[in-house]
T-cell receptor, first 113, second 112 residues
Framework: DTAVSQTPKYLVTQMGNDKSIKCEQN?????MYWYKQDSKKFLKIMFS???????INETVPNRFSPKSPDKAHLNLHINSLELGDSAVYFC????????????FGEGSWLTVV | SQQGEEDPQALSIQEGENATMNCSYK?????LQWYRQNSGRGLVHLIL?????REKHSGRLRVTLDTSKKSSSLLITASRAADTASYFC????????????FGEGTQLTVNP
């Protein structure tokens, strides 16, 4: 069974559209994350939720809105997509607290044309 | 600027050789972790070393940490073609809740 699963894996869309990426983890973790990996493979955290509560919100445009209906799910909604949003978005999860292994999903490749 | 920076950016070796990748960081950390990313895949955790540890082993992996120099190294011994991947170091500085800051990675190519 996939521990952290995210859909879709590939997404090609036009500028100005609104899209969502869904994420689910079956590890029983309390904390979930969204990371963005750019074309140079640089990974940066976007958001972190702990038990459905937002705990990390990096400097991300407010066009990006995470939603956590329960602690096993963290979805990412993006409004008014721009060319610069093209990247790979990774969902991840971990146990609460620091020093814990973070488990990543396989990534969602977003291309904005 | 980034917290973690890997060196070299790319490394190409022959199967059976050892591969060493280095990571430098700027601020004090709680722990440092290494991840592997195969092409087109997600990141897989390899090893975690805490700030009070100096060396850690896991199979063919050996990680060192020098907090005085703010640096870490990952050694893969007896490399295999399947080790071909990008390797990232990530530092954790938070006291509550993991918040990993990643470097740009080292692309390792192991030639059969």
């Amino acid at each position: 069974d996939t521990a952290v699963s995210q859909t879709p894996k590939y997404l090609v869309t036009q500028m100005g559209n609104d899209k969502s990426i869904k994420c689910e983890q079956n590890l029983g973790h309390d904390t979930m994350y969204w990371y963005k990996q750019d074309s140079k493979k640089f990974l940066k955290i976007m958001f972190s939720y702990n038990n459905k509560e937002l705990i990390i919100n990096e400097t991300v445009p407010n066009r990006f809105s995470p939603k956590s209906p329960d602690k096993a799910h963290l979805n990412l909604h993006i409004n008014s997509l721009e060319l610069g949003d093209s990247a790979v978005y990774f969902c991840a999860s971990s146990q609460q607290g620091y020093g814990n292994t973070i488990y990543f999903g396989e990534g969602s490749w977003l291309t904005v044309v | 600027s980034q917290q973690g920076e890997e060196d070299p950016q790319a490394l190409s070796i022959q199967e059976g050789e050892n591969a060493t990748m280095n990571c430098s960081y700027k601020t004090s950390i709680n722990n440092l972790q290494w991840y592997r990313q195969n092409s087109g895949r997600g990141l897989v955790h390899l090893i975690l070393i805490r700030s009070n540890e100096r060396e850690k082993h896991s199979g063919r992996l050996r990680v060192t940490l020098d907090t005085s120099k703010k640096s870490s190294s990952l050694l893969i011994t007896a490399s295999r073609a399947a080790d071909t991947a990008s390797y990232f170091c990530a530092t954790d500085v938070e006291t509550s809740g993991s918040r990993l800051t990643f470097g740009e990675g080292t692309q390792l190519t192991v030639n059969p």
